[in-house]
Each structure stands twice: as structure tokens, then as C-alpha cells.
């Protein structure tokens, strides 16, 4: 017990605070500020103490800060439970924790707690920077911990003692993360918390909504293609359909209905051919929860828990709070909607009473041209699209400000405007003619990485086209941005805006070499968010189907088992090998050294034999003459300095005289220590 009752020395300390402040450092930023600067104040007030020789505060204090700092985060989160109050916690008990180190077991309390602020980490952010620093905080603990027992190795020694051990367990590591049975889930965290901020589209459109996403960079979804990947014109992501329109806003239908399988009124033909040859791919969707999911179209295998609505609109059953991987297959051949109900296309008529007066006498008069008869939806169609393209609109990130009626002031005022304005406008007209029509919106395009062949799609990519329906084709799609920036379907944003606008800072040309080392990165980035975070029970099939495995978890639990018990027996060989490496005089000291324990006495690392012999002989006074004696004859066969055969020429009899000398003097030696040890 004596051992683990002395006191924390000053090193110790210093170690165990780096530690601290490591594991807390990256979660800061997800803390409120208060929390981080009561965390700060008191691994400053550590340091203090530490370096000053001050004194511990009184435990009464210490609880009394505990209770403030729990009922402080209650009041911030209105809970202790879930993933930030309990992290927000842990920090609490970490920073008031170095406050009383007084013990061993206070340090190891300390490092666990650190282990798990570190693990916490993965509970906000599953990086590669994450990961890295993860690395780093826990050879930084793991060395605090082995200062914990010993505080004479240096700085560097400590490190290389930490790394030494993670590196032993590495191999294990790497057959768990392997062949352990996976789970359909992250491999970190937790659903994210409802209140976290998401980026990308929203379940409402109105006018400069989409432009107020495409400044953004960050990625919404890569695709991978089984082989050769549409023309850029033809990436449509089809995501959200609108058909509610308020005079200002487009809206998502609410409703309760139940899915059902793809309600397609025609299939596509069986003749292969450029127009009807599905599309395999997979898309790899980034958490932005809410429930709908992005495909080209038409689907027609649909993922997992996902289900198409009677608007075609391809939802999933939870929302995507996590990476989402799936696999699909699309066919643009496909005519949706030749026998949708009366209801839904009379919802799809609908217009509210005295918003865009100008728009809807134009719209008459073009029913007014064609007619009722057959054709006449298919003639305003077109009428539409001329009308568009005679009034030279302007495509522009920075439209004006909409008023009471948006739709007038877009096509006979401004002229500039979003894709939203343009499929607004459209849809609005035609409505106004009646011809059924609605708003989708989405994504356009995307960009081949040539690094890894993955097509990636980001914020700035977010489109909106417009729906209409036309007898014995059902649901068309028309995208009006096209007729006045055919560039944005074409080739990409930056190429359709004007050069007084800013485009998003990823699409700028003006640094070739900036662009590489992105393509690169974002290589790596996939490749990180593929295989490792998104390495789930399929990634795990696949893997092992690789190796002529059988994915089945029985077959997986024995090989996970044989495999671990083979490192395990390597590691244990190894170990083993560097004992006998050990120097024998020092084998038989801790074999003295272990009698003595047994007998109350225990050597600390730091003591040399003299000391330890002067400290043993006042708890075991009858045995003095034979520990003083094991404790000379160890220091001399360690410490003492003998005549080596290395000192003089190799060539030189004398030195192989001496050479043989100096060997019999050290078995004598040993064999002298191991008798007084034996007859202790």
C-alpha cells in the first residue's frame, strides 16, 4: 500500500495536466463559452499550484464547484443526459480532478477520464484531422499514465514508451475494426442532436433561397458510376417535389399517406438503347436531416427504409442524421403519372386569388391562342418557353429583393433572378394557363474527381426546374434556367453567372494548382469516409468475400478469435524474447526484489540497491546481513567497472586474457547472488 499512497510529485503533475488539456483543447469549440473558460481557469489554477508549490483547495470547495458546474450545464441544455451535457460534464469532472491529485489512483482517475473525453471527440467530428489529433492525445496519455508510475525517464523516453505500447496493440486493433461483426450504424457517435445546424436545400423555396445555398462549398453527395457517367446535361437529382405555392413560397406537401412501391404508369422498354439503358450507381449522401434522399431519374430499385410518395418523391423512413450509403439504379425512360388521380392534378391548378395579376393575363391569353383541344397543353408549353426566351433574362447569385408579387416583378421588371425565380415563374404561368405543373428542386451536374473517379456534388449545385403535365407523357421535366443559361446544364455555375458576381470559392480558376491539391484531398477524404467510417456490414461482406470468406457471423467469430489468438501469441513470444535480453544480474535483483514484497517491503523503481537495502533492513532487521549483502554483490556486478577485452587491440592476447577473465568474474558474481538470494 505504501506504493500507492505517495504523494503525486511535480512532474506527474505537469504530465498529467498536458494530458488534460489535450484531451479538452478540440471540444471547446463545441462548449459554451463559459464552460471553456471555467475549464480554463482552473487548469491555469493547476498550473499555479503545480509550479509554485501551492496548496490543494479544501474538498468543501471542490463540491461546491462540481454543483455550480453541473447545475450550470442543466441550465444550458435543460438535461444532464445525452451526447454534449455529458461531455459538457466530464469536462467539469476532469478540470475539478486535477484540483485534488494527491494519490496514484487520483492520476489514474484522471487518465480514464481523459480516454474518455478523447473517445468524445468522435461523438462531434469523424475527420481525418480528428483522428490525427486523436492519435497524438492518446500516446500523450497514455505516456502521463506511465508517469504516473515513474517520473525518472525524460520526456522523449516516456513518448517512446507510449508509442511502443499503441503500436503493440495496433494489430488487434486493425483485426477488430476488420472482422468484428459490424452494425447497420456510424462507427462513432450518436444521431445527431435535432437541434444541430445542417446545411443544403429546405422544405421551402422562395425567392433567393437556393442562391443563399449555392455560396456554399460543402459537399452534399458523391456518386459512383459502374461505368461511364451521363452527360452533364442529364445530371438531374431529383429531391424534393413542391406543388403548395402561397404567392411567395413553394412549399413540401404534408402528408400522412402511406408509401408505396414506384407507381410508374409505364415501364421502360426492354429494346436497349441510349434513351432507356438504366443507370447504375452509388451515391453516398451526407447527413442533412430530413428525410428525403437524391437520385437520378426514375429510380427503380429503391434503398433500404425508402419509399417513393404519390408526388415520385423518394423519401427515406428516418431522417439523415448520419452518412448514408446506397445503391441505385435509374432509368430517365420511364412516363410517371399518365393516371395520376384527378385530385392530385387539380392540386397542381392551384393558385392563390390576386397574386401576380400581369402574369395571369399573359397566361390566359395564351390559353385563349391554343385552345382545349388535343395538343393545347403541349402548344402553351412551347408558348411558354418562347416567351421566356424573348424577355432575355438574367441569370445572377445576387437577384433583387421580391415583393408582394414576385413572379411579375422577376419576368417584367428585374428580369434577374435564381433558378428559383426562373422555375417559379414557369411553374406559376403555366398554372395560370392551366396546364398542370409544379416545382422540384434538387441538384444539377457535379464535378468528376480525377483522382478517384467519384463524381461530387455540392451546395452550389442546387437546382430547381419545373414539372408539367402533358396527356400520354405524364410528369415532364422542363427546366426554364436552361433557356436563358443554358451554361449552368451544360458545364457549371461559375460558367453561367455573370463576371460581376462572386462565384463560390471551389470554382474558381484563377489557381490551377489549388484545385489539384483539392482534388487530391478530397480524394482522401472519400477514401477515409468510404472505408472507414462508412465501413458497414456490406463493406464488410464485400471485404471479406474478397478472401473467399464466408461473411456468416459464426465463420467470422472463429476467424476473429484464431486471428487474435495468434497476435496474441507473437505478441507474447515477443515479450518473451525481450526478457531474456534483460541482463541477468537485474533478473535475479527483481527476483530478490518480489521475495521482499511478499514480505512488506516493496522496491520503488527509483531507488538504488544501497537504499533500497538501508530501507529493507529496518523492516527485516534478522535478515540485514544477508539483504546488504545481495545489495553490494548486484551493484557490483551492474555499476562496478571490469576489464573488457574491448578496451585494448582485438589482435592482442593480453585483451582475450582479459576477456576470459572478466567472464568467469561475472559468473562467479552471478552465482554468488543467486545462492544469498535462494538462501534468503
Known amino acids: 500500500m505504501a506504493r500507492l499512497e505517495r504523494p503525486i510529485t511535480r512532474r506527474q503533475s505537469l504530465w498529467l495536466l498536458a494530458a488534460a488539456i489535450t484531451a479538452f483543447t478540440p471540444l471547446a469549440q463545441h462548449m459554451p463559452l463559459w464552460l471553456s473558460a471555467f475549464a ?42 445525452g451526447r454534449t451535457p455529458g461531455i459538457a460534464l466530464l469536462l467539469i469532472f476532469l478540470s475539478l480532478k486535477l484540483m485534488e491529485l494527491r494519490a496514484p489512483r487520483d492520476a489514474v482517475v484522471t487518465v480514464l477520464l481523459c480516454y474518455f473525453l478523447i473517445l468524445g471527440q468522435f461523438l462531434f467530428t469523424q475527420t481525418i484531422p480528428t483522428a490525427l489529433l486523436t492519435c497524438t492525445a492518446v500516446i500523450l ?24 505500447l499503441l503500436l503493440q496493440a495496433l494489430p488487434l486493433m486493425l483485426l477488430l475494426f476488420l472482422l468484428f461483426p459490424r452494425i447497420t450504424g456510424p462507427l462513432w457517435g450518436m444521431p445527431e442532436d435535432r437541434r444541430s445546424a445542417v446545411s443544403g436545400l429546405t422544405d421551402t423555396m422562395a425567392p433567393g ?10 459537399v452534399a453527395f458523391r456518386v459512383a458510376f459502374k461505368s461511364a457517367p451521363p452527360a452533364q ?3 438531374y437529382w431529383r429531391g424534393l417535389v413542391m406543388p403548395d405555392f402561397d404567392g411567395r413560397a413553394w412549399r413540401v406537401r404534408e402528408t400522412r399517406e402511406a408509401y408505396t412501391k414506384p407507381p410508374y404508369s409505364q415501364q421502360p422498354s426492354e429494346q436497349p438503347s441510349p434513351e432507356n439503358k438504366p443507370v447504375d450507381y452509388e451515391l453516398t449522401l451526407e447527413p442533412h436531416g430530413k428525410r428525403w434522399l437524391f437520385a437520378l431519374e426514375s429510380p427503380l430499385i429503391l434503398p433500404a427504409e425508402s419509399a417513393l410518395t404519390r408526388d415520385y418523391q423518394l423519401l427515406a423512413h428516418q431522417p439523415i442524421r448520419t452518412r448514408q450509403r446506397y445503391a441505385l439504379s435509374s432509368s430517365p425512360a420511364i412516363k410517371k403519372g399518365l393516371a395520376d388521380p384527378v385530385d392530385v392534378l387539380r392540386a397542381s391548378l392551384a393558385l392563390p386569388a390576386n397574386s401576380n395579376p400581369r402574369t395571369r393575363a399573359l397566361a390566359a391569353g395564351w390559353r385563349k391562342q391554343h385552345g382545349t383541344g388535343n395538343g393545347a397543353d403541349a402548344a402553351i408549353v412551347k408558348t411558354a418557353e418562347d416567351f421566356f426566351n424573348r424577355q432575355l ?14 413572379v411579375d416583378e422577376f419576368l417584367f421588371d428585374s428580369k434577374r433572378g435564381f433558378c428559383e425565380h426562373f422555375a417559379s415563374a414557369f411553374a406559376f404561368a403555366l398554372r395560370a394557363a392551366g396546364v398542370p405543373a409544379r416545382v422540384v428542386a434538387g441538384y444539377q451536374g457535379g464535378e468528376v474527381n480525377p483522382v478517384d473517379g467519384y463524381l461530387v456534388v455540392r451546395q452550389y449545385d442546387a437546382h430547381a426546374w419545373t414539372e408539367v403535365w402533358l396527356a400520354k407523357q405524364g410528369w415532364v421535366r422542363i427546366d426554364p434556367t436552361a433557356i436563358a443559361a443554358p451554361r449552368r446544364i451544360d458545364s457549371n455555375l461559375a460558367s453561367a453567372i455573370p463576371a460581376t458576381d462572386t462565384p463560390p470559392f471551389l470554382m474558381r480558376e484563377q489557381m490551377p494548382w489549388l484545385k489539384a491539391l483539392r482534388y487530391r484531398l478530397d480524394a482522401v477524404n472519400n477514401g477515409w469516409n468510404q472505408w472507414v467510417l462508412g465501413y458497414d456490414p456490406q463493406r464488410q461482406r464485400d471485404f471479406l468475400q474478397r478472401f473467399g470468406l464466408d461473411p456468416d457471423w459464426r465463420n467470422m467469430t472463429a476467424l476473429l478469435a484464431t486471428l487474435c489468438g495468434l ?92 576477456g576470459v577473465a572478466h567472464r568467469k568474474t561475472l559468473a562467479n558474481g552471478l552465482t554468488r547472488l543467486n545462492q544469498l538470494i535462494n538462501e534468503l
Open 40 to 81: 480554463g481557469t482552473a487548469f491555469a489554477w493547476r498550473a499555479w499550484l503545480t509550479l509554485r508549490g501551492g496548496r490543494l483547495p479544501a474538498r468543501w470547495l471542490l463540491v461546491l464547484m462540481v454543483a455550480a458546474g453541473s447545475a450550470g450545464v442543466f441550465i444550458e441544455y435543460r438535461s444532464l443526459f
Open 141 to 164: 496519455t497514455t505516456a502521463a499514465l506511465l508517469a504516473a508510475n515513474n517520473d525518472r525517464p525524460s520526456i522523449r523516453q516516456q513518448l517512446r514508451h507510449a508509442g511502443s
Open 209 to 218: 433561397s437556393i442562391a443563399q445555398v449555392s455560396q456554399s462549398d460543402a
Open 233 to 235: 446535361a442529364s445530371l
Open 393 to 406: 433574362l438574367s441569370y445572377t447569385l445576387n437577384p433583387p429583393l421580391a415583393g408582394q408579387h414576385s
Open 567 to 658: 497476435a496474441l501469441l507473437i505478441l507474447t513470444f515477443w515479450v518473451l524474447r525481450q526478457r531474456e535480453k534483460m541482463d541477468p544480474a537485474h533478473r535475479a535483483w527483481r527476483r530478490f526484489t518480489r521475495k521482499l514484497a511478499k514480505r512488506g517491503v516493496v522496491w520503488q523503481a527509483w531507488e538504488g540497491p544501497d537504499t533500497f537495502a538501508a530501507r529493507a533492513t529496518q523492516k527485516l532487521p534478522g535478515q540485514a546481513e544477508k539483504i546488504h549483502a545481495i545489495a553490494r554483490c548486484y551493484a557490483n556486478l551492474r555499476y562496478a567497472r571490469h576489464a573488457s577485452y574491448a578496451d585494448t587491440p582485438p589482435n592482442d592476447g593480453i585483451a582475450q586474457s582479459h
